[in-house]
Nanobody, 120 residues
Framework: QLQASGGGLVQPGSSLRLSCAAS????????IGWFRQAPGNERQWLSG????????YYHDSVLGRFTISRDNAKNTVYLQMPGLKPEDTAVYYC???????????????WGQGTQVTVSS
């Protein structure tokens, strides 16, 4: 089971750090992806990290802004999101897969999602 947390209502320019915690399995056995789904839109892959944390990947829309990281000792993956914009408003999901990829079908486990709302 994955649990995503850390979302909230923030003003433009604010920062949030999302967490994705695993229970019942060892997270470092898996690559982790972060996705988001804005109202009326399909769920979109944002970022991924390999099990060891050695490699990270980003969608162009968040490259250079968001940072994915993991602490396998805490069985947790993070998504640091500085400089939030209204267009970042979405439900954010984390998911676990054998390999990093943009295809949602390859992800075995999904968190329930955490709402991020960026508004003044």
């Amino acid at each position: 089971q994955l649990q995503a947390s850390g979302g909230g209502l923030v003003q433009p320019g604010s920062s949030l750090r999302l967490s994705c915690a695993a229970s019942g399995f060892t997270l470092d056995d898996y690559s982790i992806g972060w996705f988001r789904q804005a109202p009326g839109n399909e769920r979109q892959w944002l970022s991924g990290i390999t099990g060891s944390g050695e490699r990270t990947y980003y969608h162009d829309s968040v490259l250079g802004r968001f940072t994915i990281s993991r602490d396998n000792a805490k069985n947790t993956v993070y998504l640091q999101m500085p400089g939030l914009k209204p267009e970042d408003t979405a439900v954010y999901y984390c998911a676990a897969a054998d390999k990093v990829g943009v295809n949602q079908a390859q992800y075995r486990y999904w968190g329930q999602g955490t709402q991020v709302t960026v508004s003044s």
